[in-house]
Nanobody, 115 residues
């Protein structure tokens, strides 16, 4: 059974940083492209960063240069380092496969950027 547990969110001022973590289980983590998604109130969930099993990354234009995705296959964990945060980054952040998401999602972690 796939389980995805996100953590690390919180309230941060504009320009601040946060590091999100996602612990995965129930599948062979190292084989899959993984991604971080976010959903802001009233908006659709969007993919903001993805990393292949080999470590290649890509990012949405809105976060390029500010966010960094990484993974630790030994720990079945994917991370999202978020720097220079902006109010428009406020959303619930989720992890899942970065290509064809599993049907079950974690609870997400709330990121709020506000002064």
């Amino acid at each position: 059974q796939v389980q995805l547990v996100e953590s690390g969110g919180g309230l941060v001022q504009p320009g601040g940083s946060l590091r999100l973590s996602c612990a995965a289980s129930g599948f062979i983590f190292r084989l899959y492209r993984m991604g971080w998604y976010r959903q802001a109130p009233g908006k659709q969930r969007e993919l903001v960063a993805a990393i292949t099993s080999g470590g290649s990354t890509n990012y949405a234009d809105s976060v390029k240069g500010r966010f960094t995705i990484s993974r630790d296959n030994a720990k079945n964990t994917v991370y999202l380092q978020m720097n220079s945060l902006k109010p428009e980054d406020t959303a619930v952040y989720y992890c899942n496969r970065g290509d064809y998401p599993f049907g079950s999602w974690g609870q997400g972690t709330q990121v709020t950027v506000s002064s």
